[in-house]
């Protein structure tokens, strides 16, 4: 979640989804009134989905002071079609973050399952608090993710810059948004939820969340559970393990995901010739980020330079989404063979260049800072995070200095952790989870349908996207549309109810410079349904 995901709505498919729902005049602004909140809908003007409307809904900063200081949350719903008598409800979208905006996913993920499952749902989107369309959007240093930014490798001699900045970025989140970053948790984003629910006037919601959507999801569940009809949770964070030990795990398995990728290059040594096994490949890898160290090259038309921060902010990525690898390759090539950066370039600027401001970081920050008491002191990380390097080397440091101003975050965190999910009260809660995720490993699913009784499990054996739905696998896409069409539920009655295959591993091919850049020579960065996009990246 390196940038502002745009607002998108790509299914063009959803078009054919016109009329609304009730309450709703065409062309017009409704106003729903349930005495809890109001929500004034007009439309979105999205030529993709011209039934797509738009509202803000004020909810309070603190809501054990409700009458007291407000924000505004912005919505966006796909209203339902079908008659009124099969109609089921609201369902709430989150794509994870923590803060990455809901707004592309009503007509997106309505556009992937049958019309007449689609049709019978109000498709809700929301930007979390502090984040993108709502307001305040905020923002702590603008210029925070600007290249080249030091070293992430603590061999480099950089860790005294990377304290300095993530105890600057902490202060300035604290001098401008005190008021607001202690009321920017999970929690908080699950009452807002429900302020939705109430301004809707509905009894009851649907909810899709994946990634950090899925601790979202559940402690909504855990809050409200009442009021959960049906519940679905893909790439799942476990519910019970820190913020600081997440992190410590996904390095771990990063580190996999590169070994596979490089696996996986070593194989196509004919295209990308970077060598035949994984240590060469492995090796290139290092020799480009050498190569950047020495001399960076123009970010253009991101700011600054790309160094080996930028680099290794562009590879990481590949442990999301495999599609990506292809693209991977070509930049080591490229550059060895040919002495070529554009590849790189183009790639810098697809996946990892900064947006106009520091995008959700504020809100990633004021989450997992605020919701787990993290270290603070700098010799316990010196000394943890290198034993984790030395068997995670491509992400640990990357990832620890992203995590950094959490040392330093002016709000403490919580001693007792997340709030505990028991899936009291709740109906079944089906699961999606890969056994390779690198983002949200496969522990936290299971840790997930234990915690959760009456839940059914969906792995994906041999998966590694994140976020595995909506990608083209029917065995997973038919169980999903299964469930939102009238409850049912896989058969299977033990830990894991049922497996679905993994996708194939993309064909290699030498991705040539596109033609379509911008006049500035780069790559526009891509949008939420790109095949190649990271969503919901929990860091």
């Avoid at 499952?117 to 498709?123: E, F, I, N, Q």
């Avoid at 290249?147 to 603590?154: H, N, S």
């Amino acid at each position: 979640m390196r940038k502002v995901l745009a607002l998108l709505s790509a299914a063009t498919a959803v078009v054919a989804l016109s009329g609304t729902s009730a309450g709703a005049a065409p062309g017009g602004a409704v106003h729903e009134d349930t005495g809890q909140g109001k929500l004034v809908w007009s439309s979105c003007d999205d030529p993709t989905a011209p039934t797509l409307q738009c509202a803000m809904l004020d909810v309070p900063v603190d809501y054990a002071d409700p009458h007291g200081r407000k924000i505004k949350i912005k919505v966006n719903r796909l209203p339902a079609t079908a008659p009124r008598s099969r109609q089921q409800g609201p369902i709430l979208l989150n794509p994870g973050g923590p803060g990455d905006s809901g707004l592309w996913m009503p007509a997106y993920i309505a556009g992937q399952i049958p019309k007449d499952v689609a049709s019978t749902y109000d498709w809700i989107g929301f930007d979390p608090r502090g984040t993108n369309g709502s307001e305040p959007h905020v923002t702590c240093d603008a210029h925070y993710f600007d290249g080249e930014r030091p070293d992430y490798q603590v061999s480099q001699g950089t860790s005294k810059a990377w304290l300095a900045k993530a105890a600057g970025y902490a202060a300035d989140c604290a001098a401008d948004w005190s008021w607001l970053m202690p009321h920017m948790t999970t929690v908080d984003s699950a009452r807002d939820m429900d302020s939705i629910r109430r301004a809707l006037g509905a009894p009851k919601i649907n909810f899709y969340g994946g990634s950090w959507g899925t601790s979202l999801g559940s402690t909504y569940g855990q809050l409200f559970p009442s009021r959960v009809r049906r519940m679905v949770l893909d790439s799942i964070v476990g519910p019970t393990i820190t913020w600081y030990d997440h992190n410590v795990l996904q390095d771990k398995e990063h580190q996999r995901r590169f070994d596979a990728f490089a696996a996986w290059a070593a194989k196509a040594d004919s295209v990308y010739h970077l060598g035949t096994d994984t240590a060469a490949v492995e090796k290139a890898y290092q020799q480009v980020e050498a190569g950047l160290r020495a001399t960076p090259v123009d970010a253009a038309p991101a700011p600054g330079r790309i160094g080996p921060a930028e680099f290794e902010d562009t590879f990481y990525g590949g442990g999301y989404n495999f599609l990506r690898w292809p693209r991977m390759a070509t930049v080591l090539s490229a550059y060895l063979t040919q002495h070529d950066t554009r590849p790189l370039n183009e790639a810098y600027n697809r996946y990892a260049a900064p947006g106009g401001d520091d995008g959700t970081f504020p809100a990633y920050n004021a989450a997992q800072c605020t919701e787990n008491a993290w270290p603070r002191d700098w010799d316990f990380w010196q000394k943890d995070q290198a034993k984790v390097d030395a068997s995670a080397p491509f992400y640990t440091y990357n990832n620890m200095w992203y995590n950094a101003a959490c040392m330093f975050w002016p709000h403490q965190g919580d001693p007792a952790g997340r709030m505990k999910i028991t899936g009291k009260g709740l109906p079944p809660v089906l699961l999606f989870q890969a056994t390779e995720d690198a983002a949200t490993p496969y522990e936290g699913g299971l840790a997930m349908h234990d915690a959760l009784p009456g839940s059914k499990l969906v792995v994906q054996n041999g998966g590694s996207f994140h976020e595995i739905l909506f990608h083209g696998n029917a065995c997973l896409n038919d169980t999903f549309t299964d469930y939102l069409r009238d409850g049912t539920l896989p058969h299977g009655r033990g830990r894991i109810a049922k497996t679905c295959a993994p996708e194939p591993d993309p064909a290699p091919d030498y991705v040539a410079s596109t033609p379509s850049l911008t006049a500035k020579g780069a790559a526009a960065p891509l949008a939420p349904t790109d095949p190649e996009a990271v969503r919901g990246v929990l860091r």
